[in-house]
């Protein structure tokens, strides 16, 4: 309701009102200043309301007050709805004063350069420090030492308008224990507000579980250790008695003049000195340390070079399909170790499925965000998934969790290493990529190999069989060799000197380093990587390349040290060859890495 009009009857009205009411009228009538009250006028009914009265001045030709035009304005719910607002603002104080009072968490208000200007009671509490003794006081002389990076970072934060939700810090306590203390904290416009709670018990329990966990992943170890080491025992066994027993029938064979059997001794002996070859290949490939000889793959054409071999191996009873994805990625990958990771899945699938069934190999092109990328233990990114599903009898959540753990198998007693699947893990980890089961029982098994994208083309088919034959050496060309192992350094020289090369000998690195810092003509450096006398092989072959800079090397190993030489590109003018290698391999490589 608003009145507007001439005041004649008003300035008795505004005598009449309140004291503060009337001086202020009294001020305008005697400056000329607008008049501004707010007061409270009873109605007709006696009911009384707010109103905003309000009167200007009209003035004549000479300046003078002529009358005045005012207005009363009913402001009355709007002085409702403040007055509400303002004891909801009070009500709502007190409760923040009274959780300021009672709250059990440390609550804080300081600036950002860590001065405290505001504590609760919980301070004494928790850590015995009264309120006089923290205010003023810059909370960074409570951090601990070790923590004293955090707290700088979290201002950082907070200064640039960032909210912590969890920052856990030690404070010293006034005893001079330190407690650990979990913050959230929100920024204001001059002050930082935080409330902490202490976890030291929570940190302590998690810190004694991680321990007790620690523990238990060790005895487990030592528990695969000894499995491993058992297992290891039982097949070399069995090899080198095949290798050991064949030997011994040549050498009487030889006695007796029956040379006409030798052959038959000699297969058996290479047969059992390449399933121990094979075992090795499968214990590095399972610690991720064998030596593998990565290229730019498609993996569909290296699928369909295999598929008749993998129909060939599972039989008849088995239809084996191939869903080739169109446009997959190549990857950067060992192919001959895919190539038997592939056949190992395939095998293990139709061994799943003693009555027949059927076997999926599937390709496609997978990019994996973070949520997946979690899941499957990798980083985010693109990746080429070969999978192999059968319709067999399955694998319960338990035998799923050990699969990939070195001797476990569910096949009978002398029918698995139990190094199958552990090989492919171990060389699909080593490859960047990994490995995963997805199984129900009586529904079949599926699993998947995730290999990073190359960026790149892949390779063409080799065309080993079109190579011409190995020439033999040019006179005078000269092999150094350099391995602690005797019969080693005897084979290779002998299959150097057979193909006409001049051969010398090193039985360390310090040995060899010399002979190759001398003035000797030496055209290729064949060397173990693990040697004895404080230099290992890689050591000695880039030692001696300061003064040899086109020194050509074949390191030829089978321990773990191998490794090291696939953390990085191998120099121009190296290679690697695995031990046990085949006589005629060495062969081809020494004259490769000559002509370079």
Known sequence: MAWKGPWRGRRWCIRRTAPPAAADWAHALATGVVYQHEMRLRRADGAYRWFLVRAEPVRDAAGAIARWVGTDVDIDEGKRRAAELERLVAERTADRNALWQLSRDLMLRCTFEGVITAVNPAWTEILGWREDELLGRNLSDLVHPDDAARPREGVRDLSRGMSHARFDNRYRARDGSYRWIAWSTRPSEDLINAVGRDVTAERERAEALARTEAALRQAQKMEAVGQLTGGLAHDFNNMLAGIAGSLEMMQTRVLQGRTGELDRYIAAAQGAAKRAAALTHRLLAFSRRQTLDPKPTDVNRLVAGMEELVRRTVGPPVTVEVA??????????????????????????????????????????????????????????????????????GMTPDVVAKAFDPFFTTKPLGEGTGLGLSMIYGFVRQSGGQARIYSEVGRGTTVCLYLPRHRGEAEGPDEIEN???????????????????????????????????????????????????SDLRIDLLITDVGLPGGMNGRQMADAARTCRPGLKVLFITGYAENAALNHGHLAPGTQVLTKPFALDALAGRIRGLIEG
């Open 467 to 517: 190579r011409p034959p190995k020439p033999l050496a040019r006179a005078g060309e000269t092999v150094l060799v350099v391995d602690d192992e005797p019969t080693v350094r005897m084979l290779v020289v002998e299959v150097l000197e057979d193909l006409g090369y001049r051969a010398i000998e090193a039985e360390d690195g310090p040995g060899g380093l010399t002979l190759l810092r």
């Open 324 to 393: 080739a994805a169109g446009g997959l990625w190549p990857t950067l990958v060992d192919p001959s170790q895919l190539e038997n990771a592939l056949l190992n899945l395939c095998i293990n699938a139709r061994d799943a499925m003693p009555g027949g069934g059927r076997i999926v190999i599937e390709t496609c092109n997978r990019w994996l965000d973070h949520r997946a990328a979690a899941e499957r233990d990798v980083a985010p990114g693109q990746y080429v998934s070969i999978c192999v599903s059968d319709d067999g009898t």
